[in-house]
């Protein structure tokens, strides 16, 4: 890999999810020949979606939903991130019902700028008659527990709780995955890779190929980041890690491709002409080969 060496250790946000620290692991532990070195700070997606609306950091792990917001500022790498299929967000309610049955009711939400959420309204405008009642945010791992107990309605759950929300005892009133790739045959994207623009166009290649190296070094050695993955994932079990892995980090991980640009456009193009983000400007997904 062809490096750009900085004066200083790149600030880069990104979860402590397994996904998350799966990818990054080589490259966050200087395994990465030549790549930039990293000052990690780990931050749930709503607080790095608010660090690029900032300006803060030179790399995050963001929603896609945040990209009209933030695109003046920072490209999109077109790789390390999530995006697939079968790998949407769910909506969950304390007891079975019908989508019907939202209608004034009050949903947690792990981030109103989350990929989540944007799918979210998309569904229930066509889904909820007279919309939902209440949004409140949560961090991602506090919902499921707030709608086992009653104090939301409905959650609207990422990342592992897929594996998980049966047990709380909770019911799948939607899966929003299923919404999108039925309506448009897109994969679903969830979280992207932005690095500041300032950084030049050497080093965001850099990047790039630091991210890319270090995902398919994960795959090559799946053992060597799983001490660095279990200690990040929250007292989840093993085996749960595992299957989360298994689902966010794929292919598109590796490169974006046309499909996974295709889908991104899609979303954003689409949430745009429902007044839900800004449009975007021509040319703010191209990256710099």
């Given amino acids: 890999m062809t490096g750009a060496r900085t004066e200083r250790p790149l600030r880069i946000a990104y979860s402590p999810c397994p996904n998350d ?7 966050s532990h200087g395994l990465v020949p030549g790549a930039p070195e990293l000052d990690v700070t780990f931050a749930d997606i709503d607080v790095t979606n608010g660090m690029a609306e900032r300006g803060e950091l030179d790399v995050l792990k963001v929603s896609y939903a945040v990209l009209p917001w933030v695109l003046d500022e920072y490209a999109l790498l077109p790789c390390g991130g999530a995006l697939g299929r079968g790998c949407g967000p769910l909506v969950l309610t304390r007891e079975p019902g019908a989508e019907a049955g939202l209608g004034g ?23 909820v008659p007279g919309g939902v009642g209440k949004i409140v945010v949560l961090p991602f791992h506090e919902i499921m527990p707030a ?6 309605d409905a959650g609207l759950v990422i ?10 005892g909770l019911h799948r009133l939607a899966d929003l995955g299923e919404y999108w790739e039925g309506t448009t045959g897109l994969p679903i994207p969830l979280g992207a890779i932005i ?5 030049g166009a050497p080093t965001l290649r850099a990047l790039a190929g630091a991210a890319r190296a270090s995902v398919r070094m994960a795959w090559e050695d799946p053992q060597a980041s799983r001490p660095y993955v279990l200690e990040h994932a929250q007292e989840m079990d093993p085996s749960v890690a595992d299957r989360h892995i298994g689902l966010y980090v794929n292919e598109f991980t590796a490169d974006l491709g046309e499909s996974g640009y295709a889908a991104v456009r899609g979303l954003l193009t689409r949430a745009a002409a429902e007044e839900l983000v800004p449009p975007l400007g021509p040319g703010a997904l191209d990256f710099v080969r």
């Fill in 159 to 168: 990342h592992e709780a897929r594996f998980t929300y049966q047990d709380y």
């Fill in 105 to 127: 009711a009050t949903v947690a939400v792990p981030s109103e700028r989350s990929t989540a959420y944007l799918l979210f309204r998309l569904w229930a405008a066509e889904r």
């Fill in 21 to 27: 620290t799966f990818v990054f692991h080589a490259w």
């Fill in 195 to 199: 690095a500041r623009r300032s950084l």
């Fill in 147 to 152: 709608v086992r107990d009653g104090r939301v």
